[in-house]
Every structure is written in structure tokens, then in C-alpha cells.
């Protein structure tokens, strides 16, 4: 199958995760995406291994990011460096860099300068907090920005500290989001052949994701409250929550008490009206959750299935892979290294293009590997 | 500003959450985004309120949505309905629908039905699990979702239930990644002319979203797990996490426990080396957590600011919106509602585009509002 973006050529001068994130995605659906790297250090991320996993010289992390690219290897203090940059510039559609404010301007490498050598680019920067205010020039790291976004306050209950989201989810979701706004650029520059300059930050991504909280607030004035007990969304009522059964975990979503009652048959349940689903949620999370306790999942989810209730039970990652709804879905992909060698098992691009799923199982770059193939076949 | 997308006709067949979240964002980037509703019920999240907020007959959740989009009535089990429907798809560049498995193939919208009419168009579709397998025709609901894809066995700590990320993450989630799609497939049938069917689910985009999480479980076999206290991201060790001051909170992001002390002069602390920061990552949580009680969170705050620690504050949205950093951003707009008079404050598109802020006012449409316009300017 051809790829969407066969054809697009994207420079990545970016490390961890948000902008390498968006290097995969537009990788994934056919572009050719080069990370520019420091001949000697390389990209940060190479070096940052959770649990101590490695794959070759690299982190696992990195080898997960970044499959699917090719290293470029580059000095941005050697002017001779500078100028095979700037002719690699001039061959791109797309620049993607996730410094702090300031340093792609010292190295001459800003939006204006980058345009008077491709006056078609796309040119897109990821910062943590936006150019201008307090907090621009501050490490721009995910969990410092959803501590600042209002986004802890949205998870866990009542009595729990803010409870940040346990991933990376700023990172994550502004490099998506630039994938939303490099391809609409991409479609604008086709047409008029103009440059465009895009600007993202963490922040606002994490504010974007909270927008029902926003408006919510803006409207009522009140601050939304995380229930007391069992909360999975601070806007909706009883019975919305994950509970704990004898044996197991349960995720009961939106519906009537009289619904969940039919599977609970609880006589302590009847004596609260519809009317108390918001005003009554934790009195009411409470009952449910003590009657949860006595049985265990599998009698519980046998009961919602014969009343078509909206649960489900909660699942690791084990208990994950070894299911049949999982498993159909094939999302698991098989990546060598760069050296040969030993294989990585990650999880595919999330979707499928005219019923095919879409697989790219090529290792993420040695550092420096591709340099030479490069300027020989662009330069 | 001429927008991205101007000239993109769009036709949304969706509720809720994921589908809308995708026409909103092709909207402000300049889509026309028209929704298809039914000529009574409408969409079905005009009527889902959150703490019985509404605008005009709408709920204030839909009118969030749903801003700058149009609305036009058609019954799809009308005959003469469907006719005009087949005439205006026949105009059209992109189908969203996220109806379950099933429905649209027996209105016969179905993407080959559709494609008959439109051999170029990009059609979508958003479900909660994919297809086939055994969770196909379950509701494809967010928090049954985040149960079944492990995403809760990342948030909150150990001692906890499975936590679920306090907001509908796999709806927005997988309406953004709709986004990244659609127009990588619009680049695509711009060269070649030809149609698309993308398949997208909740299920695939959290699958996705713990992308790091999976991989590391495949190379090493072993599950993560939430750290016991201060859990913040279960792959990280210490000081990594939300802590309790005095009169409020602070996030800590990475940094050896020597740079941590410099800020918190503590003997107890020096005992720990940094070899020690996982494998006694709750030991280590425990101390720093009882010595920050101590202080104020702006006693702590200027002592990270002294040594340069990647350290913040953590903020409700109270506080946020008082803030410099965030008015800086300027995220909010008004939304006047399409029936004139009232008004509501909602939060921008994320993106900065050649220095501008992205604004689009346009209320959510009243239900019909733009079937008579729509069949005299397109049909």
C-alpha cells in the first residue's frame, strides 16, 4: 500500500517525547523523517532508560520513539555543519524542533531565517509553556505543566492529593496535536505555496483536553469537584466509577440507579431517587461499593450482560494481552534494532487504512547512521 | 487569516465526545463541518447535561462542541431524506461517523455505498473496540474503556483501586487521532483522486497512548507498578511526584536526590544514594513528603527557583486562571449562543498559526438550522 505522506520530508530536531512523538505518527503514515543529532552526544532521549532497559547503545524509550526515522548527524556550532543544515532545510516540507524559546534563534535557525532558505516550510515549534510570560522560559517537563494546567484536580478522589495522569499525557498529546497542524498547513502550503509558522505548547494542549472543565467553571463559577469515593469523572453522578468486587475490579458507566438495581437487587439502593445521583453521589457510591465487595467479577459482569448494563471489568496489561478483544485487534509489531540482532516487541500506529493495519517495523536509527546515504541522495 | 482548511466540506454523522471532538477541530482549522441530526431527536448530546447546564434547548456541553459547525435535519429512515443525504455526500470531502458497528451499513452508508456516490471521499469511522472479537458490539463507553485497556493501572498509587483519568481521554483522544488521519488522507486522494476508509477506536488510541508502558512490559516481562506513595508515572523512581506543603502542593519532576537537597537540607535524605532512587523509591517518597509539610508552597517554590529545580506549583483552575502564565495565552472566547442573546466562555483551538491565535466564535447550531441553506447553496 502506498502511504498517505509518501513523498513529505520532515526534519526532527527534537528529543524525548513530544516532538519525536510527532516525528513517529507523520513517519508511520509514509513521510520520511530525519532527527538531526549531535554528532557525539546524539538526541538526549538515547540516554534515558527506565528500568534500566536498553537495546543496542540506546534507551528501550528511545528505540520506541524514534523507530521508523533516520539519524542525521550534525554539529549546530560547526559552520561548516550549519551549511549542510541549511541545504537540508531547503529539501524539506516540515521542521519540527521542541527546544526551550531561544535556542533554535541563537542557532539561526528560527522561523525567519529557516523561511529565507525554504520559503515553503512548515515550521513548527513545541515549547512547554508558549513564547511569552513567567513561565516560558521554565523546563517545559509534563509533569510541571499538568501540575500548573488544573489537570491533577481532575483524578482521583476528593481526599487524594492532585493526582497527576501516571504517563506522559502532555508530551503525548501536543505532539499528536502537531500532527493535527502540520497536515493542515501541509494542505495550505500545497495550494499557495507559502510558509507557515505553527506554534504549540504543552500547556495549551493540556488546557484543549480540559475544555469541558473550562467551560463548566466558566459557566457555574464553582470549581469542579472530584467525588468523595470512586471517582472517574468529577461532572458526572452516581454510579459512574471503578469498584473493587471480591476478587477483581469493575468499571460501571452511565445509567440510571434503577438500571444498575436490577443486577444489584439492593433494598438500600430504592431509597434513593434519581434525583439524588448528583446531590447523594458519595452516600450512594458507598452503598454500591460495600454490595460490590460480596461477589466476584465474573458473577457481576454475568449479571450486566443479562440486563445490557454499560460495565466492564478493569483489566492489566496482562490480563489485557491474553485477551481475545485484544488480541483481534493485533496491535503488537515486532521492531529489529538498528545493529541486527535482537528484537523489540512495541504496538502498531492505531489505525487501519482501507482495512489494512498499518505496520512499520523498521528499528530506530544508530545515531549517525544515515548521514552519508543522506547527502549523497538529497544534498 | 485564510485558514488551512477553507474549502474542506465535512459531514459529521456522530454524538457525544470522539466524533464531534474531530469536526470541531477540522471546523476551526477551517473545515465546513455540517452535522447530520435527526429531524426531532437531534444529536443525542444535545440532551446529555453536566450539572444541568444548558444553553437554549442545548446542553452547555454540547455547545462547547459543537461551536462553529451547522446543523442539517435529514431522517435517515425517510426515503426522500436519504436522497438529498446521498446528493450532499456526493459534495463532500470527509464522513465522520461513530455509530456502533452495524448501523451505518444498514442505512446503507456504509463506506462502499458511500463510495459509489463519492469515489474520492475520506470516510471515518470511530468505534469503542474495532470491529470484530468479542467486544465489537459493547458500548464503546470511555471509562469501560479505559477499565479494559489497562490505562487505570498507571494513575493513582499502589494501594489504590485503579484509578481512571478524571475526563472522556479515549473520546478526545481518538477524535484528535481522526484528525492526524483524515488529513494525511486528504493529502493523499488530493494526488491520487481516490477514496479512504479509516477505522479508528477508543480501545487502539489508549492502547497507543501507553505506548511506553506496553513495550516495556513486553522486554521485560514484568507489569509496571504504581509507586506506593506519590505516584506520578509508574516508570519513573524518585523524587518523581505530587507532594503536600504546608498550605498546598508542589509537583517534582526529574533530578538526583543531591540537586533535591540542595533545596531541602535534609540528613535523612543524604542517607539515600542515587543508586537507591528505584529500588527504594517509596522509602525516599515518604521523607522528602514529611519534610516538605513543613513550609508553605512558596517557601519551597523560591528555593527551587534558587537552585534552578524542575519544580511547580500545583494549581486548581481558580488559581490558573488568575495567573500570568495562563492569561498570557489568551485561551478563552465567547461564544454567543445561535439563538442570539446569551453568552458562553470556552476555551481556543491550541495552535498559534503565523503569530495568530485561533478564534472561531460561531455558536453551536440550533437543530436544523442550516438544512434550508445548505440544500440551496450545495444541492
Known amino acids: 500500500m502506498k502511504l498517505p505522506l509518501e513523498g513529505v520530508l520532515v526534519l526532527e530536531f527534537a528529543q524525548y517525547l513530544s516532538g519525536p512523538c510527532a516525528g513517529l505518527r507523520l513517519a508511520d503514515l509514509g513521510a520520511r523523517v530525519i532527527k538531526i543529532e549531535h554528532p557525539e552526544k546524539g538526541e538526549a532521549g538515547r540516554k534515558l532508560s527506565i528500568k534500566n532497559l536498553w537495546l543496542d547503545d540506546s534507551s528501550l524509550l528511545f528505540n520506541t520513539i524514534n523507530r521508523n526515522k533516520e539519524s542525521f548527524a550534525a554539529d549546530m556550532n560547526n559552520a561548516e555543519d550549519m551549511e549542510t543544515l541549511r541545504r537540508l532545510i531547503a529539501r524539506a ?72 495522569l501516571g504517563l506522559g499525557i502532555g508530551d503525548y498529546l501536543c505532539g499528536n496535536q502537531a500532527v493535527q497542524f502540520i497536515l493542515a498547513a501541509l494542505i495550505r502550503s500545497r495550494k499557495n505555496g507559502k510558509g507557515t509558522l505553527l506554534e504549540l505548547s504543552l500547556l495549551e494542549s493540556l488546557i484543549d483536553l480540559q475544555f469541558e472543565f473550562f467551560t463548566t467553571y466558566f459557566a457555574s463559577g ?23 468486587t471480591s476478587d477483581g475490579f469493575i468499571a460501571i458507566a452511565m445509567m440510571s440507579l434503577q438500571q444498575l438495581n436490577k443486577m444489584m437487587e439492593s433494598q438500600v439502593l430504592t431509597q434513593f431517587s434519581e434525583g439524588d445521583v448528583f446531590s447523594k453521589r458519595d452516600e450512594i457510591k458507598v452503598v454500591i461499593a460495600d454490595l460490590l465487595l460480596h461477589h466476584p467479577n465474573d458473577f457481576w459482569i454475568q449479571k450486566a450482560q443479562i440486563f445490557d448494563l454499560w460495565i466492564m471489568p478493569v483489566l492489566n496489561w496482562k490480563q489485557m494481552k491474553t485477551s481475545k478483544g485484544y488480541q483481534v485487534l493485533e496491535m503488537e509489531q515486532e521492531i529489529a534494532s538498528s545493529k541486527g540482532g535482537k528484537k523489540i516487541t512495541t504496538t502498531r500506529c492505531p489505525i487501519r487504512i482501507n482495512n489494512k493495519k498499518l505496520y512499520a517495523g523498521k528499528a530506530a536509527p544508530a545515531l549517525n547512521e544515515h548521514t552519508q546515504q543522506i547527502k549523497q541522495s538529497l544534498l
Open 93 to 164: 516540507h516540515v521542521l519540527i524542533h521542541n527546544f526551550r524559546p531561544g535556542v533554535m534563534e541563537k542557532r539561526m535557525l528560527d522561523y525567519e531565517s529557516v523561511k529565507a532558505i525554504n520559503p515553503s516550510i512548515v515550521y513548527t515549534q513545541i515549547s512547554g509553556y508558549g513564547s511569552k510570560g513567567p513561565w516560558a522560559k521554565k523546563p517545559g517537563q509534563d509533569l510541571l505543566v499538568q501540575a500548573l494546567s488544573g489537570l491533577a484536580f481532575t483524578t482521583g478522589s476528593y481526599e487524594d492529593n492532585p493526582t497527576p
Open 222 to 244: 464553582k470549581m469542579p469537584e472530584r467525588a468523595h469515593h470512586h471517582n472517574a469523572h468529577s461532572l458526572l453522578s452516581a454510579p459512574y466509577g471503578i469498584y473493587k
